[in-house]
């Protein structure tokens, strides 16, 4: 931020503290207490106390809440108003959270009022390469936004499933990968009976169970639930970053004050902030961990749950797909793959083999599990070790970035070896 615009920021937020103090202690010449500047006086009152209905993007396209506006100047001189009138910061939180969330979208080119995640991928396109683009930019113009940038790497991995996966729902289908499932849990039966097929994953029996069952319909709805998630993530993360850029810790300092995030949040700041390694890491890994543990955890649930098996199967099959792009990390598949031990009734022992995973992406403490022990160290290192391959894979168009991360082709493929290459051993 260039000294001239800190010291507009921070000369309008003390014309605000000097307003409210004059106004608290204001004295009539009757000498009694005279009524604070009320936020009428100011037109603004009709923005004060909105709730946050559509902070959860699956409510519906657009800002934070339909009465406010989306255009930048008009937003840029409502807040300066509601500082001016003295009222607290958590009374004009819908209005500041939709001020910094316009100042994001624009910097990223994205028109917040039309982006609606229900819409699906190919409406979408352009709003999943511009965020992911801006989150790969902050991390080149500032070397301690490493969850900006190692969420903008994991993102094209992210946004080439999504387009192989509104494909699925469109034209392929699911029955080649479901005969795959079908083979692995019909081998381990005749193997070792069905007390081993009762240990294997959830996703992967119910993806040998449900896959024909699978309608384009519940992939459509699926697939806007992680559009949702993605739209939740830029809308929470991305105006704290836009702000931090620009105005620095005060402008995060008001946001807290405003209730939009607690002092948690606030610490982890004040870490990214520090130019300190260790501490920048450490703030960063909080900053992910609120993306994952609190505003995409219940939508991941639901995923899951969405009629019993049919769920399971989809969100184990993005466990089997996906592959991040992150150097030295491993793909999801790879991670805790699956060994199950049982005794047999005759004494002996049977040990199952198989490369897919033994646990499911959408289950919060298995994907913070992943997250902790393969892409934050793994990204962290890169970063401090090896950030000239590092600049250089952020510089790559995104939309090549993209394309060059599409898992529709290789998903049958994987599970076919899967199948080939699943053992049991008898002892």
Not at 91 to 112: M, N, R
Not at 389 to 409: A, D, G, K, N
Request: proline share 6%; charged share 20%.
């Amino acid at each position: 931020m260039s000294a001239g615009l800190r010291e507009r920021w921070t000369a309008r937020a003390s014309i605000a503290g000097v307003v409210g103090v004059l106004a608290a202690t204001a004295i009539t010449i009757g000498g009694a207490v005279s009524t604070p500047a009320v936020a009428s006086e100011s037109g603004i009152d009709q923005y004060l106390n909105l709730p946050m209905i559509n902070r959860d993007a699956a409510n519906g396209p657009g800002g934070v809440n339909p009465a406010l506006p989306t255009d930048h100047a008009e937003l840029t001189r409502l807040v300066d108003e509601a500082r001016a009138s003295g009222v607290a910061p958590h009374e004009y939180q819908a209005l500041l959270f939709q001020y910094w969330l316009v100042e994001a979208t624009d910097a990223a080119g994205i028109d917040l009022a039309c982006w609606d995640p229900r819409a699906g991928v190919a409406a979408n396109r352009d709003n999943l390469i511009k965020s992911y683009r801006y989150y790969e930019d902050l991390q080149l113009a500032r070397r301690e936004l490493q969850w900006a940038g190692m969420g903008g790497m994991v993102g094209a991995d992210f946004g080439g499933g999504l387009i192989d996966f509104e494909l699925v729902t469109d034209v392929y289908g699911l029955p080649q990968i479901q005969q795959s499932a079908r083979a692995v849990v019909g081998a381990v039966a005749d193997a070792a009976g069905p007390g081993m097929v009762d240990s294997l994953p959830e996703g992967l029996r119910a993806l040998a169970e449900a896959g024909s069952e699978i309608t384009s319909e519940d992939l459509h709805f699926i697939l806007g639930m992680i559009l949702v998630m993605q739209k939740n993530i830029f809308s929470d993360l991305m105006p704290m970053h836009r702000a931090y850029v620009t105005a620095g810790l005060p402008a995060l300092e008001e946001m807290q004050r405003a209730g939009l995030f607690g002092d948690d949040i606030m610490t982890a700041w004040r870490d990214v902030a520090s130019n300190d390694p260790d501490r920048i890491a450490r703030g960063n890994a909080a900053l992910l961990q609120r993306e994952q543990g609190v505003i995409i955890r219940e939508q991941w649930d639901t995923v899951r749950n969405y009629k019993g098996t049919v769920g399971q199967a989809v969100t184990y099959l993005s466990t089997v797909a996906g592959s991040p792009s992150v150097a030295g990390v491993l793909p999801p598949r790879s991670f805790e793959p699956i060994e199950i031990s049982t005794r047999l009734p005759d004494g002996r022992t049977a040990t199952l083999t198989s490369p897919l995973p033994a646990w499911n992406w959408s289950v919060y403490d298995d994907r913070w599990d992943y997250i902790t022990t393969q892409l934050l160290p793994k990204y962290k290192d890169m970063v401090e070790n090896n950030w000239a391959q590092l600049e250089s894979e952020l510089r790559v168009p995104y939309e090549t970035q993209l394309e060059t991360h599409r898992p529709l082709f290789s998903i049958p493929q994987i599970m076919q070896a899967a199948m080939s290459n699943t053992r049991v051993t008898v002892s």
